[in-house]
């Protein structure tokens, strides 16, 4: 197994978990390095067992796991290789999420409600992880749930620096799918030369998952390339729904750009059809040849995750990666 040395009492181990290998070892040729072998399998009972051949005693070790579907069995699983790695000596582990866990229970919406992604940080901590470094989370406050240092990335860059190359600058809208991401509409804009901004009104039943109703759209779009933005998409409703409100006040053309493709049954289906010219991700979650269309574009964030490892390893400045704004 080779590492990377940044001075004679620090070596960085890259581990990772069987959900996303792809990601791991794109990020490992990043780095220039090897992932570190493990071995991983399930009792039949559902059990998870995973150990390392090779000790990590004093290492800075790095696990880096995707969260699809089955969800809970690869959260489990990197909870238990972190167990692992802490009761092995390792001297700092990082947990590399790229798509947060339970990011959308982040809050008490009704009484007697549970905030998961709280609980998720709690799992973390107190299975060994010492930093937690993740994409695009959900809502900034999940910051503040983990007791340590939390290294939030932006995708905007790499999404808005690949939109830029396929719309005419002078005639794009930024579009939030909803209010409650203005504030991220309005990161786009700026990134996008100070485009306007609009945003779809819509309505949720809370009782009902994964269900939301798009009405109208509030700002000038008529005309105009429409940059339809998200954090995730999950069964594809809802960005489905806003961009046929968005044809219907007249749109020229949607794109539509999220950071997580989680691509629930049948958002393949609803995207391809819904009338996007293009809709464009990251590979933060991976995507099955099932589930691709046309129209999909897929960005490599591993880049990104690779540099930012690279600056919590030498103690370099994570916030240097987004000119100061992370």
Request: aromatic share 6%; net charge negative; proline share 5%.
């Amino acid at each position: 197994m080779s590492e990377l040395s940044h001075n004679v009492d620090k070596k960085l181990v890259l581990a990772s978990g069987r959900a996303h290998p792809e990601l791991a070892e794109e990020v490992a040729r990043e780095l220039e390095t090897e992932l570190l072998p493990m071995s991983a399998y399930d009792f039949a009972n559902g059990e998870i067992y995973v150990r390392s051949p090779e000790s990590v005693r004093g290492k800075d070790v790095f696990i880096i796991q995707s969260h699809p579907a089955p969800l809970n069995n690869w959260l489990m699983e990197q909870l238990i290789m972190c167990d692992s790695f802490k009761r092995a000596s390792a001297r700092r582990i990082t947990v590399v999420s790229p798509f947060y866990p339970y990011a959308r229970q982040d809050k008490k919406g009704r009484g007697r409600e549970p905030i998961s992604a709280r609980l998720v940080a709690d799992l973390y901590k107190t299975s060994g992880a010492d930093r937690i470094m993740s994409v695009d989370l959900h809502t900034a406050q999940i910051q503040g749930f983990f007791d340590g240092p939390v290294d939030h990335l932006f995708a905007i860059p790499l999404l808005a620096d690949y939109i830029r190359t396929r719309v005419e600058a002078d005639n794009i809208t930024v579009v939030s799918p909803d209010t409650g991401r203005v504030r991220v509409a309005e990161q786009w804009a700026e990134r996008l030369g100070g485009a306007p901004l609009a945003f779809v009104h819509k309505s949720r039943d809370l009782t009902v998952p994964n269900q939301a109703v798009s009405k109208t759209v509030v700002g000038q779009i008529e005309g105009r390339t429409c940059v339809l933005i998200d954090d995730m998409i999950d069964t594809g409703g809802t960005i489905a729904g806003a961009v046929r409100v968005l044809k219907d006040a007249g749109a020229k053309d949607v794109i539509i750009a999220a950071t997580h493709a989680v691509f629930s049954d049948p958002a393949a289906q609803r995207l391809a059809e819904c009338g996007a010219r293009e809709v464009v991700v990251t590979n933060t979650l991976p995507i099955p040849a099932a589930k691709r269309f046309s129209t999909l574009t897929v960005l490599s964030i591993a880049p990104l995750i690779a540099r930012a490892i690279k600056e919590v390893f030498e103690d370099g400045s994570v916030t240097s990666l987004f000119d100061g704004q992370a």
